[in-house]
């Protein structure tokens, strides 16, 4: 086990890498024992927003070194993808949930992006 600095353990006491191992394993035992598929791709802890999400695979492709792709580029291309933008839309509902309109859609545009750029 990874033994975690105490000012770096939650309220009961794990660490985040052992919370990120605990929550891979969930899911693990979910699609076994449910045959519900998270789908392919991999976990990316986001430090800056406390968060880790499952990356799809397609997105992870895009997000690599790719020669024909500027880092610019890459980052527009993920933050205008369905899942940034489906990520984006409900972390806007969840810290904002009266925008509407156009508020609402420079949110998620701004949260999709904040997103494509850690991914990258």
């Known amino acids: ?9 939650n309220e009961k006491g794990a660490g985040v890498e052992e ?4 929550f891979m394993a969930a899911m693990d035992l979910i699609e076994e024992k449910c045959g519900i598929s998270f789908g ?3 976990m990316v802890h986001l430090p800056e927003l406390e968060t880790t ?3 799809p695979g397609e997105v992870l492709e895009i ?7 500027t880092r610019a580029e890459r980052i527009k291309a993920i933050s ?12 806007c509902r969840l810290v904002s949930p009266e925008l509407v309109g156009e508020e609402r859609d420079r949110c998620i545009e701004r949260m999709a992006r904040i997103l494509a750029e850690r991914v990258v």
């Open 53 to 55: 999400v499952r990356v």
């Open 19 to 22: 919370c990120r191992l605990a």
């Open 80 to 91: 205008e993808s369905e899942w940034a933008r489906g990520w984006g839309g409900g972390m």
């Open 40 to 42: 392919e791709g991999r």
């Open 63 to 69: 997000a690599s070194e790719n020669p024909q792709l």
């Open 1 to 9: 086990m990874v033994e975690v600095p105490i000012e770096k353990r």
